[in-house]
């Protein structure tokens, strides 16, 4: 059972433009959601995180955004550049006091110049 | 400072043989988690060590375990290989393995079974 899905296996944005990533999760005991960004074999690189007790986290480029509510997360990036073509998982954790990550399936993410 | 170190890179095993991968956490990390990621079942949680110990494991059989040591570098072992074991091993490393620790990941090692 997929407790986090990414509904979107890849998106195509033009260079400059915003790209939004989207994840939506199951388990109401989830606490803390991430964003990584992978390229073909290599590990996963963090972006950003985001608390439960917040709804929104930025870092630069980059914006998470939560709705617990509607249990759903977005990765916004702005503006997107060819560099940031790569394969995103959203992330989540549980507060059982364990940290083991349940990912998404990915979304793939093309920046066209 | 240095990042998660994985090695070997790249393995080709038989079935039926065992393999051995190592991880070498980020300096002062002391939780290392492990994870498979096939293109059929995405990344998925193997087990979690914490001092030593095997905090957390996740839904695979027996033949996965694994140790931790000392100075945190993690071995993982797998025996008796299948051919659904061929898969891309990350392991990742966070300062105390609690939720809200961020995990920073190795790059992998790659493991093929023929």
């Known amino acids: 059972d997929q407790q986090v899905k990414q509904n979107s296996p890849s998106l195509s944005v033009q260079e400059g433009r915003i790209s939004i990533l989207n994840c939506d999760y199951t388990?109401?005991?989830?606490?803390?959601f991430l964003w990584y960004k992978k390229y073909p074999a290599e590990g996963p690189t963090f972006l950003i995180s985001i608390s439960s007790i917040k709804d929104k986290n930025e870092d630069g480029r980059f914006t998470v955004f939560l709705n617990k509510s509607a249990k759903h997360l977005s990765l916004h990036i702005v503006p997107s550049q060819p560099g940031d073509s790569a394969v995103y998982f959203c992330a989540a954790s549980a507060q059982t006091g364990a940290n083991n990550l349940f990912f998404g399936t990915g979304t793939r993410l093309t920046v066209i110049p | 400072k240095a990042g998660v170190t994985q090695t070997p890179r790249y393995l080709i095993k038989t079935r039926g043989q065992q393999v051995t991968l190592s991880c070498s956490p980020i300096s002062g990390h002391r939780s290392v988690s492990w994870y498979q990621q096939t293109p059929g079942q995405g990344l998925q949680f193997l087990f979690e060590?914490?001092?030593?110990?095997?905090?957390n494991k996740g839904n695979f059989p027996g033949r996965f375990s694994g140790r931790q040591f000392s100075n945190s570098r993690s071995e993982m072992n797998v025996s008796t290989l299948e051919l659904g074991d061929s898969a891309l091993y990350l392991c990742?490393?966070?300062?105390?393995?609690?939720?809200?620790?961020?995990?920073?990941f190795g790059p992998g090692t790659r493991l093929t079974v023929l």
């Open positions: 388990n109401s005991m989830f606490d803390y």
């Open positions: 060590y914490f001092s030593e110990t095997q905090r």
């Open positions: 990742a490393s966070s300062l105390s393995g609690t939720s809200g620790d961020t995990q920073y």
